[in-house]
């Protein structure tokens, strides 16, 4: 709770420590002195100019030592491989993003890939791959976090793949894998619009639909890795065929391939339109685009009004590496997302847009690694203290 705390604020005085946490004055001593011998904070000037009137010398804070440990972030995208390098106090140190060169790869093959370039991006600050504590990785995909375990991704040939030990078997560092729409909320927890919110929801939108989800403070997965998996409940009946083998999934019509396989479906195989044109003619007002266009929006304002039904968030987040697809958050979507959820006498979710890159994913990536980097760390001192 310490450690948390001071990470929070940045610096702290143990007086303000023991006011913020309840916990008595001395036992906040105890436990930072044992923190700064494990080297895991350290002491610097306090902000206030005034002196400690007991003791008649400067003020101290405390704040986590940036070098006790490095932790990296990585985002496996489509085509891309995004990666950032932390200190221990959340500071970027460096980053790093490569293009591959295709979007279907074999477990083994993927792991050297990522061994490949977290070593490049270690090396840009003069380290190696191993000096690094953990890093995080966000996949899209069905994950099981506790486990590493990928039940399901389109990045990778195989389902069921034990992908956190192989990944941690190729880097030889410790490595915590996620759904990359969860690591998406906990960048917006941890550095963007979710700070504050104990309930929100954030929807990613790529080449495919995402969601992560926090209740109470906590990121929500679910019993067996299936949690929070918007892009796959169903919209239709025996509808469209997705990519992860079901039917009627909403990924399946609004998603940048089930545009394009409605154009395609329209034209008679014969429409080769990127999805960018697709937009780009729906908003110039081509009928068939507009259309499909239209569609995707009306399917993806009923799958945000079922979320509020169900969860009641204080927050939307739609985010994303470009948001092409401003026809996802138009405002007749957001309208209609309003008219199809339960009505009081109270304002609903405020639904915002939030536009960042991939290296914004992989800092959640990161963020992830850091905490599980302090509880490593933590449960290591206690055994010391053993």
Request: aromatic share 4%; charged share 25%; net charge negative.
């Amino acid at each position: 709770m310490l450690l948390g705390e001071i990470r929070k604020h940045r610096r702290i005085a143990r007086i303000n420590l023991a006011d913020h946490t309840g916990i008595s004055r001395a036992t906040v001593t105890t436990i930072t002195a044992e923190l700064l011998r494990e080297g895991l904070i350290e002491e610097v000037p306090g902000d206030s100019p005034e002196r400690d009137g007991k003791r008649g010398r400067p003020t101290v804070d405390l704040r986590i030592r940036g070098a006790a440990h490095l932790v990296a972030g990585a985002k496996i995208s489509n085509r891309t491989i995004s990666l950032v390098l932390l200190d221990f106090e959340g500071n970027q140190l460096a980053d790093h993003e490569v293009i591959l060169d295709q979007n279907v790869f074999e477990a083994q093959e993927l792991a050297g890939e990522l061994a490949t370039h977290v070593e490049v991006l270690a090396r840009k600050i003069d380290r190696q791959r191993t000096d690094i504590s953990g890093l995080g990785v966000g996949i899209a995909g069905i994950v099981d976090a506790p486990r590493g375990f990928v039940h399901w991704s389109p990045l990778l040939d195989q389902r069921n793949v034990e992908f956190g030990r192989v990944l941690s078997d190729a880097l030889s560092i410790p490595v915590y894998l996620d759904n990359d729409a969860n690591l998406v909320a906990v960048a917006e927890k941890t550095f963007g619009l979710g700070q504050g919110h104990s309930d929100f929801i954030v929807v990613t939108i790529e080449s495919g639909v995402g969601m992560g989800l926090y209740i109470g403070d906590e990121i929500y997965r679910g019993t067996r890795g299936c949690g929070a998996e918007f892009g796959h409940t169903k919209v239709q009946l025996d509808g469209a065929l997705c990519r992860c083998g079901q039917r009627g999934c909403l990924e399946a019509y609004v998603a940048d391939y089930a545009l394009l396989r409605e154009a395609m479906i329209a034209s008679g195989d014969k429409d080769g339109r990127p999805v960018e044109a697709l937009l780009r003619d729906a908003q110039a007002g081509d009928a068939v685009a507009k259309s499909i266009v239209d569609r995707a929006g009306r399917m993806f304002a009923m799958g945000l009004a079922n979320l509020v039904n169900i969860f009641d968030p204080e927050l939307i987040i739609l985010a994303g590496e470009q948001m092409q697809a401003s026809h996802l958050y138009a405002e007749e979507v957001i309208e209609a997302i309003r008219a199809s959820i339960v009505q009081i006498d109270k304002a609903p979710p405020e639904v915002v847009i939030h536009k960042w890159g991939n290296l914004m994913w992989a800092r959640g990536a990161a963020a992830y690694a850091l905490d599980k980097v302090s509880e490593a760390a933590l449960a290591e001192m206690a055994d010391h203290a053993g």
